[in-house]
């Protein structure tokens, strides 16, 4: 017998041990209510503080859902800033971008037909295409260079240069290969036609990469000649005449989408709201574990305390005393899972930006959508109401002598 108190010693420390950890997270918020409600709030926060162990488990369905979506949303905002920033930058210069609405190629006609508008003051199309550059598979990209400095500004060491002969090439490709301004790479086309290239810029861009070219040197080596988008730059900026004067000029094909600063901002947000808007469905998910967790560890406390019920209404604490004692306490454990759920997604969200940050989108800052975390609070508190209203009720409806005479 000695020798099984023994053994089960340790077991018990360790519990205890975990109880005293969970009890030192929850104190505070019990410490909190009760500045706000004094008596029933007491009595709820020193019920939640009996199985700490019990409240934690149960707070954690709300803690993982609301860890996961408000990280989800900091990142969404701290995104949608950044592109906005990037946007309206001095490197994208370009007034409008016009592309195929399902990513398709441009006819070269489309290309000379936009060029040709009047107000436009400089165009560009964009071309890709693989290419053996300095003995290594490369993307190389075709631009108008003639006009490419008033679409784009980049450079951090020289600049574009007219000519078939010359090529401009991205910061980390030039560190990773070792190419300075001044230095002739040789360059072998789809086609295996053999050229000689000189590095006339080194640029970043947090858009694109690789090594660039004037489309007179691309173009001969290509099977079809098209371009993925056309850049423009209008005389007065973007306005609804030249966005009609553009459509016009394509013949107001739907097949082709116009698109300035704000559309692309928009597209690259619309597709993070999209998927954060996926997310808050499981976070719905989380919520209906979460209530469902909350009922249950509020009717156990309930059967629990029957005795205590019964004495409580038998020295004058009426049934509305009683229900308000079990909501409150139920607050108490969906919004400690609701606190530490969105203290840990803000954690999670900032510790993301620190790494994107790190591979080169300088203008990422965080940004912490405060409606919506306090909608997220909010939502956590209504949790803790709804689960509230079967075990408060029953609690509330107990027959004083026989839950005085339970054990």
């Known amino acids: 017998m000695v020798a099984a108190v023994h053994d089960d010693a340790p077991k018990r420390a360790e519990l205890a041990g975990v109880e005293g950890e969970s009890r030192e997270v929850i104190e505070p918020a019990v410490a909190a209510l009760d500045q706000v409600v004094h008596g029933a709030g007491r009595l709820a926060g020193l019920n939640a503080l009996r199985n700490p162990r019990r409240t934690a488990a149960t707070a954690s369905a709300l803690t ?6 408000t990280s989800l949303s900091v990142i969404a905002s701290s ?5 906005e920033q990037l946007a309206g930058g001095d490197y994208f210069r370009v007034d409008y971008v016009v592309a195929t609405a399902n990513g398709g190629p441009l006819a070269p006609d489309i290309v000379q037909a936009l060029s040709r508008v009047p107000g436009v003051v400089a165009w560009s199309p964009s071309r890709q295409t693989q290419a053996i550059v300095g003995g290594v598979p490369q993307a190389v990209g075709g631009f108008n260079t003639e006009h490419i400095d008033q679409l784009i500004d980049e450079f951090i060491e020289g600049s574009y240069a007219s000519g078939a002969n010359t090529a401009v090439v991205d910061r980390d490709t030039a560190a990773a290969r070792g190419w300075r301004v001044g230095d002739t790479v040789p360059v072998t086309w789809p086609d295996g036609g053999e ?8 640029y970043f861009s947090n858009f694109d990469s690789g090594v660039k070219v004037d489309t007179s040197a691309m173009d001969p080596h290509l099977d079809r000649v098209t371009a993925e988008e056309v850049l423009i730059k209008a005389a007065g900026g973007p306005s609804e005449e030249m966005t009609r004067a553009l459509a016009m000029a394509l013949g107001g094909s739907p097949a082709i989408r116009i698109s300035d600063k704000d559309d692309l901002v928009a597209d690259i947000t619309g597709t993070v709201g999209l998927a954060l808007n996926i997310l808050y469905g499981v976070l719905a998910l989380a919520v209906v574990v979460a209530i469902l967790g909350v009922v249950n560890t509020l009717a ?7 005795h205590e019920l019964g004495l409580l209404r038998a020295v004058g604490i009426d049934r509305t005393e009683i229900k308000r004692m079990v909501r ?12 530490l759920g969105v203290g840990l997604g803000v954690f999670l969200g900032w510790a993301v930006g620190e790494l ?13 959508p405060w409606t919506r975390l306090a909608l997220f609070l909010a ?18 409806t107990l027959d004083i002598l026989t839950a005085i005479r339970t054990e």
């Open 64 to 69: 993982i859902g609301l860890t996961l979506v």
């Open 328 to 339: 409150l306490e139920s607050i108490v454990i969906s919004l400690f899972g609701g606190v």
């Open 300 to 306: 156990m406390s309930v059967h629990e305390r029957a």
């Open 356 to 368: 994107v940050s790190t591979i080169g989108i300088d203008t990422w800052t965080l940004a912490i």
């Open 195 to 202: 050229t000689t290239l000189t590095i006339t810029g080194i």
């Open 379 to 396: 939502c956590a508190a209504l949790v803790g109401v709804l689960a509230a209203l079967w075990p408060a009720r029953r609690a509330a």
């Open 79 to 83: 995104a949608n800033k950044a592109t």
